[in-house]
T-cell receptor
Framework: QVQLQESGPGLVKPSQTLSLTCTVSGGSISSGNYYWSWVRQPAGKGLEWIGRIYTSGSTNYNPSLKSRVTISVDTSKNQFSLRLSSVTAADTAVYYCARGGYGGWYDYWGQGTLATVSS | SYELTQPPSVSVSPGQTASITCSGDKLGDKYACWYQQKPGQSPVVVIYQDTKRPSGIPERFSGSNSGNTATLTISGTQAMDEADYYC?????????FGGGTKLTVL
């Protein structure tokens, strides 16, 4: 059973960089034809796709966030990470990591981690 | 940027059929997925690649995608189906979620 677990600071100051890591267990991040994504959800609002990475290192990002987002993968640690720079209060949300397959379906999700941007 | 439009809310009586639509420009040229999310939980995929149902998802969930509209249909809706539903459009370069629809079973 594949499991994903987000980790990282729960509080980030405005203008700083939000950094989160997703640890994958129960399977290799390199195996199978999957990609790995970050999705966020502000309180009481909908889901927003942030971006995805293939184990080849190829990435795709949400155009509205592209200038501030970097997603990377560390296959040796079975982890992938998110960096979001120049954060504001609008970036406060629950951040999910998820495993995706061809056609966009996410079959495994982390439990989500709340990241709050505040001074 | 690409946008998907869903109705904010849909109501249905138990045992009846609920339909939730998702509209986007040439959505039928992309893959559509549907996710169910209950309060405090992570989303769960109920339909992927337009019409496919993952194992463990009841047969009462079905999907279609053509033209500019994808539709999630829940036949014989049960109280346990009350949740937020999100459509998702996927192609090789990007993906986007709809704004979500709150399904109320009353």
């Amino acid at each position: 059973q594949v499991q994903l677990q987000e980790s990282g600071p729960g509080l980030v100051k405005p203008s700083q960089t939000l950094s989160l890591t997703c640890t994958v267990s129960g399977g290799s991040i390199s195996s199978g034809n999957y990609y790995w994504s970050w999705v966020r959800q502000p309180a009481g609002k909908g889901l927003e796709w942030i971006g995805r990475i293939y184990t080849s290192g190829s990435t795709n990002y949400n155009p509205s966030l592209k200038s501030r987002v970097t997603i990377s993968v560390d296959t040796s640690k079975n982890q992938f990470s998110l960096r979001l720079s120049s954060v504001t209060a609008a970036d406060t949300a629950v951040y999910y990591c998820a495993r995706g397959g061809y056609g966009g379906w996410y079959d495994y999700w982390g439990q989500g981690t709340l990241a709050t941007v505040s001074s | 940027s690409y946008e998907l439009t869903q109705p904010p809310s849909v109501s249905v009586s138990p045992g009846q059929t609920a339909s939730i639509t998702c509209s986007g420009d040439k959505l039928g040229d992309k893959y559509a997925c549907w996710y169910q999310q209950k309060p405090g939980q992570s989303p769960v995929v109920v339909i992927y690649q337009d019409t496919k149902r993952p194992s463990g998802i009841p047969e009462r969930f079905s999907g279609s995608n053509s033209g500019n509209t994808a539709t999630l249909t829940i036949s014989g809706t049960q109280a346990m189906d009350e949740a937020d539903y999100y459509c998702q459009a996927w192609d090789s370069r990007t993906e986007v979620f709809g704004g979500g629809t709150k399904l109320t079973v009353l």
